[in-house]
Each structure stands twice: as C-alpha cells, then as structure tokens.
C-alpha cells in the first residue's frame, strides 16, 4: 500500500476484474474502439421502470453528514432522468478481445457532499482517480465482496494510491463496486468495472449508439442501479446499423 502527497484525489486501480451521469460536471461516458477495417453500428433504446430509484446509505459513523444532511439523497439522483446512470455493454461472442483493454484515467470527483458521477464504466485496468472538491474531509470505501477498502478520512490535496486485489466474484460479466463516504451516509456512486471496452451511457431519452464495432456475434447488457441486469444477443454486420430495443426488469 503506497501514499502520495499531492494536491489531486485519490488514485486507485482496478485490476484483474471481468467484470456520470450527464451534467455539465461530469464527463461524458463513451465506448472504447479497438478499430478493425469491418464494422458495424449498434443503436438502440432501453425502457427502465420509471419509478425507480435507488438510495443507498451508511449508517455506520458517528462523525456522518459532517459538510452535508443525513435527510437527503444524491440531488443528482432526484433532478435528472433515470436514464442517466444507465450503461449499456457488447461483449464479444465470437471473438477474443486483446490482453490489455485498460482506458483513460478517470475521476470521480466529491462535491457538495456528492460523488460525481454516481455510475462511473471503466475497463479492467483502468485507474480511477478520486478527487475531493470539497473544503472538508471525505472517505471513500466500499464493501462489495471482493472488492473491499477503506482509504480513511482524507482532506483535499491528499493523495492515496491502492491496487485492489482480483475480486473472487462476478455478475455475468458485469462487475459492480459500491462505494461510499463514512462521513456523510447520504453519499454513494458505483464503479462499473467491464471486461469489454465497447460500452456507453445511455440518453437521457432512452436512447443509445455503440458506433464502429467490429463484425460478430455479441451479447448487449444493461447496467441501472438497483435493477436486474438484463441481456440480449445480436449480430453486427459490416456497414449495417443493427437496432435493439432492451427493457429491464424492475
């Protein structure tokens, strides 16, 4: 276990996994191309039960809601489309994907007692980088199966680095890490880690385009917090756009 000081977040590394939402805070999630001379589009809509919502707290501290209320949800989760924290995945079927498919570093920024964005899709390898914006004291830590830390109460400009080890569980291919603050129990964000770097968030209308994948045989996923994961396989043919229509499970 290594620490840094710095002046920037958290580092922290996702390895050896198989597995924001939109504002003008956070980036836009996007499927990762690895380009071959035949492909195809993918385009669709997923249908969520809009009713849902998916509040998650921890109830475990007694310095909890220090900077924030132990009333409140993510206000991101309250005034946006339920869309938003909805990922949309093609895994290969009918052929194998490189070694290596790791992306662009990552962040995930705590602001206004909030992570941001509360569905972060990165790729296995990827290093996410925690980053407290806030004038107080943050944690980050996650009780997921597998996938269990606890980088402490940290201040902004403090800098934390961890490895974590291969999880000994999966969801279909889909790998979910919880995460939260001990400090203020309202706070709580997924990192959806893939074994595919062919992924996208979806529309706040639904809607979703996976652009350039390469010819075969995939089995499309939907990942909303709180909601069954759900699948469904096509075939993507060289200049065609294929169209799919995925309801999830409430």
């Known amino acids: 276990m290594l620490k840094y000081i710095s002046f920037q977040g958290v580092l922290l590394l996702i390895a050896g996994f198989l597995a924001s939402y939109t504002s003008n805070d956070a980036p836009q999630a996007s499927a ?5 001379s035949a492909s195809g589009d993918l385009s669709g809509r997923v249908i969520i039960p809009i009713n849902n919502t998916n509040t998650r ?4 501290s007694g310095y909890r809601n220090r900077g924030g209320s132990s009333n409140s949800t993510n206000s991101s989760d309250e005034n946006t489309s339920p869309y938003v924290n909805t990922i949309v995945s093609a895994h290969p079927v009918s052929y ?6 790791s992306g662009k570093e990552t962040p995930i920024r705590q602001k206004n007692a909030e992570f941001t964005p509360n569905v972060t899709p990165v790729t296995v390898g990827t290093i996410v980088q925690f980053v407290n914006d806030d004038p107080f004291f943050h944690n980050v830590f996650s009780l997921t199966p597998g996938s269990r830390f ?3 109460r940290r201040p902004t400009g403090d800098v934390y680095s961890r490895q974590i080890d291969p999880p000994k569980w999966k969801v279909t291919g889909v790998g979910p890490i919880s995460l939260f603050c001990d ?4 706070m709580n964000a997924t990192i959806l880690s893939l074994d595919t770097p062919y992924f996208t968030r979806v529309n706040e209308d639904g809607t979703f385009t996976l652009p350039n994948l390469p010819d075969g045989e995939y089995e499309i996923r939907v990942f909303s917090p709180g909601l069954e994961i759900i699948s469904q396989n096509v075939t993507i ?4 756009e294929t169209s799919v229509t995925l309801n999830v499970v409430g």
């Open 32 to 36: 990762q191309i690895i380009h071959i």
């Open 183 to 186: 400090i203020h129990s309202q």
């Open 237 to 240: 043919q060289s200049n065609q």
């Open 150 to 152: 606890n980088i402490g």
């Open 96 to 101: 194998e994907l490189p070694d290596d498919i």
């Open 57 to 60: 707290r921890f109830r475990g």
